[in-house]
């Protein structure tokens, strides 16, 4: 599976962007999905991921203000990220999970999209 990932950009504190992330190759309804981010220096971390139809989990630090949903129709998962913090900023990537893998084994990545949040 190919995944592309877009939405990236320049935002203030407390504002909003929404990621896309299209998939090509096999279908989207193939996959769990979910989002990381990785923030310069630091390690990459999970961010969000929708398994099991339509059942989502998010990262405590992001929880209440980003929501990730899909579109199998369009073969696009998003990230809707409201409320954004400096310590957001970040190269977000998506991953398609191997279904009842629990959001744990991966078997695409795709190329980040930057999200730098401005104070």
């Known amino acids: 599976v190919q995944l592309q990932a877009s939405g990236g950009g320049l935002v203030q504190a407390g504002g909003s962007l929404r990621l896309s992330c299209a998939t090509s190759?096999?279908?989207?309804?193939?996959?769990?999905m979910a989002w990381f981010r990785q923030a310069p220096g630091k390690e990459r971390e999970f961010v969000a991921g929708?398994?099991?139809?339509?059942?989502?989990v998010y990262a405590d630090s992001v929880k209440g203000r980003f929501t990730i949903s899909r579109d199998n129709a369009k073969n696009t998962v998003y990230l809707e990220m409201n409320n954004l913090k400096p310590e957001d900023t970040a190269v977000y990537c998506c991953a398609a999970a191997q279904k009842d893998s629990f959001l744990l084994k991966y078997d695409g990545w795709g190329q980040g999209t930057l999200v730098t949040v401005s104070s």
């Open positions: 929708i398994w099991g139809g339509d059942k989502t």
């Open positions: 190759g096999r279908t989207l309804s193939s996959y769990d």
